[in-house]
């Protein structure tokens, strides 16, 4: 997930991509090991990274590469029991037989020691048991004395505050300890990805906000719409989460492009969905990272649902009408079904528009009103025929 070209290559990684070519040549030379702590956004290439260096990286023995599970209850030392097989030796049979954290440990510094140059990749740690962690944490004190290289990815924006691993990030420092990143796109080489299939890369950017996984996804279909694996990706993040921060999660969906705070009523689901990196805090409220998340969330309620929320954000809104922006209004009452609302609203959404000379958004804002018009006396339904013709 996250490569950025169907040449398999990668765009704006090489600084990455060189930290870790010179972390594995200070283990080869035998001026100690290294830790490399490397975040990012789900989608963000740190497996396409990781994947880049295995392939170009030239050791002795195994690179030995484990994951964690997305499991609610993850198998104790899972990554370890992935690599088992690879690892052979005393190593894989403390794995196989079931050992504790602090044996794993010892295991692995001792055969480092008689064996310099080992690469240890483990993926995903944002997933981690305790038992895994407490191996990483034993290794992560010695590195310095050991001739080892140990790569530990995981998802930034799923580590809050209150996460067991962000306890760990934050003690593991020292000079054998580097912390890498992988960051989003920037716009140009999203625009520069996009050129070469005809598609706009600015709007583009703005949906996937440079996402390398919804970037590849996008490009890759060619209808236009949210790719199956893009929506599969956010749904299943979103499967995770508590029914308070789902609930969250609808209401937000559905208030492009945020959601001012006193739309949502609950504030501990508001605090698990920040956590796990689903939403973010904007000025003035709270949003989705990606606009294709939103997209996928909100199209994924059930219509009675749907007209639920809607229904409900128009609620607020009309408490404080001196407040509210009339084109937000016409909005929720369009999705909300409310004739008498739309009628009164939407034509004040397009004057205002039109006093700002954004002309095509009045002339819809005025289609909207005569959607509803039906009921209107003959004079009233001319007049907003006659403002619409004159806005197109």
Partial sequence: MGETNGGGGLLERSEQLAELRQAH????SGRGGVLVLLGGEAGGGKTALVRR?????????PVLQGACDPLYTPRPLGPFLEMAQDAGGAIGELIERGAKSY??????IRDVRERPGLVLVLEDLHWADEATLDVLSLLGRRIGALPALVIATYRSDEVGRGHPLRRLLGELRGAGTRRLSVGPLSAGAVCELARSHGR???ALHRATGGNPFFVTEVLAGDDGEVPLTVRDAVLARAARLGPEAAAVLDAVSVTPPYAELRLIEDAT?????????????VPGGVAFRHELARITVEESLAPHRRLEL???VLRVLLGEPEK???SRVAHHADAAGDDEVVLAWAPRAAERAAGSGAHREAAAQYARALRYATGLDPAARAGLLERRSYEC
């Fill in 25 to 28: 040549e200070t283990v080869r």
């Fill in 53 to 61: 260096f295995r392939a170009e990286c030239r050791t002795s023995r």
């Fill in 103 to 108: 044996e794993l440990a010892t295991a692995i």
């Fill in 200 to 202: 706009d890369g600015t």
């Fill in 269 to 281: 689901g508001l605090d698990e969905a920040l956590r796990a990196g689903m939403l973010e805090s």
């Fill in 310 to 312: 809607h229904r409900g």
């Fill in 324 to 326: 509210a922006d009339p």
